[in-house]
């Protein structure tokens, strides 16, 4: 048996049918890392030894009520992006290269605090969650396990490729426009972006807060919808986050689905998905129809307009969350400086990458007073009726079927040179985010 092919749930009955301990399994791990880490990039930061004498002491427990039946143990990855108190919390940035949170994002009290998981490390990313390659992040350019001369997708690149590789059983990542998806799509993992309010953010360091949500990258759908019940559930640190009954999200999960209307936007098929990808998507259609579903073609307009509406939103959003890395109360301090305005300018030369920059400057002039409205305020307008009529949508159809990304993993390089082209690879993914989706957030808080 190899352990590190196992999926989480798999781990969890050999765990319970004490057929393997923590240590064995977190052990097995820490050697897959030290294998293939200098191959795959995956981490910014490793707690290795930290890792096995947390698995050794729940061993020791693990006979107790407390770590009974439950998933106490089974090692996972944390994008870098979530406050871990104690280790380094990077966002992938020179900004933030040294700093590390006096405290626990919510997602992680619940898992390594509460539920006893065992952190393997953080996890790479493209740097403040900006980009689709990872290629963005100031430490290493993590590698597509299939094939190393391509990117594993982005932003979480760093979860997905360990996922892939074996390096974790599990892992969380974020989504503010596809960086669940995407890169768990070109690493083939599955990746699961939740709906806005259901998983807190807190201690998630924020990049556009109206878009951005926590979730599981896994082996199966099975991990997945285990790791969505243990992380999701209000939280009144997060003013965002749903006051909605906590939920076992397995628990219809074999379910057959005979009778169940899926919708295909014909906007998601048109020019420039590539033949492989809407193969694939062929194929998906055709099992379903085997399994009972109905299937029927619909028609979201709007989503054409959705990667502009999300560019100016999410800039706009990231411009003013990034205001607080000044050199002073965050971040990198720069070290030549004449006076307080040289302090703030020097220090966000030197911290921030270009990508980040980018998005700085875009959403500063989408904000200013001249352009506000033009620029805005009007993608303010189209958001609603992107949610309009995805609510539409879901009126006929209970799941809606798209690509997630429009081409399959491209090599290192391909897109750097030119952002428009990195910010086509969102074209499937982004009104997701817009939408507020899976579900329509107004219809979960009812409940
Ligand atoms: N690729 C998108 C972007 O660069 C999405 C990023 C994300 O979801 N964090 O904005």
């Known amino acids: 048996m190899n352990i590190t092919e196992l999926t989480v749930h798999e781990l969890r009955e050999k765990l319970d049918k004490k057929e393997l301990t923590s240590e064995e399994i977190t052990k097995a791990y820490v050697d897959r890392i030290n294998d293939k880490e200098k191959d795959i990039n995956a981490f910014v930061t490793t707690t290795l030894d930290e890792a096995l004498n947390k698995a050794k002491e729940i061993d020791k427990e693990k006979n107790s009520e407390k770590l009974e039946n439950s998933y106490a143990g089974i090692p996972l990855g944390i994008k870098d992006n979530m406050c871990t108190k104690g280790v380094k919390t990077t966002c992938s940035s020179r900004m933030l290269e040294n700093f590390i949170a ?33 290629e963005t992040s ?16 982005g932003s979480s690149g760093g979860s997905a490729a360990a996922v892939a590789a074996n390096m974790v059983p599990w892992a969380l990542g974020s989504d503010t426009g596809g960086s669940i998806r995407q890169p768990a799509s070109l690493c083939g993992v599955v990746g699961l972006k939740p709906t806005y309010g259901l998983v807190s953010r807190y201690g998630l360091v924020a990049f556009a807060s109206s878009l951005d949500q926590i979730g599981p990258i896994t082996k199966d759908v099975e991990d997945s919808a285990i790791l969505l019940s243990l992380i999701a559930g209000h939280d009144e640190k997060d003013s965002t986050s749903a006051n909605v009954p906590k939920k076992d999200y397995t628990k219809n999960l074999k379910k057959d689905i005979k009778g169940l209307k899926i919708g295909v936007p014909k906007e998601f098929f048109g020019d420039g998905i590539n033949k492989d990808v809407k ?23 709007v989503a054409e307009y959705a990667l502009a509406t999300y560019y100016i939103i999410a800039c706009a959003e990231a411009s003013s969350n990034l205001g607080r890395f000044d050199g002073i109360r965050y971040g990198h301090r720069a070290k030549d400086f004449e006076n307080l305005k040289d302090l703030y300018k020097n220090s966000r030369s030197e911290g921030f990458g270009a990508e980040v920059k980018r998005r700085i400057i875009l959403g500063t002039y989408v904000l200013s007073a001249g352009y506000y409205d033009a620029y805005y305020k009007k993608a303010q307008k189209v958001r609603t009726l992107v949610q309009n009529e995805f609510s539409r949508g879901f009126e006929r159809y209970d799941v809606l079927l798209t690509p997630t990304s429009p081409i399959t993993a491209f090599k290192f390089g391909e897109k750097t040179e030119n952002p428009l082209e990195m910010y086509l690879s969102d074209i499937c993914t982004v009104s997701v985010n817009i939408a507020g989706l899976p579900r329509n957030i107004s219809s979960l808080r009812s409940r």
Do not use: C, Q
């Open 102 to 134: 006096p405290y626990d994002a919510t997602v992680v009290n619940k898992l390594v605090n509460e539920e006893n998981l065992i952190s393997l490390g953080k996890l790479n990313m493209d740097e403040f969650a900006m980009g689709s390659s990872t």
């Open 138 to 153: 100031y430490f290493k350019k993590t590698k597509n396990p299939w094939d190393l001369s391509r990117v594993p997708g």
């Open 279 to 301: 193969e694939a998507l062929e194929k998906a259609i055709e099992v379903y129809k085997e399994l009972g579903a109905e299937i029927g073609e619909i028609s979201i307009d």
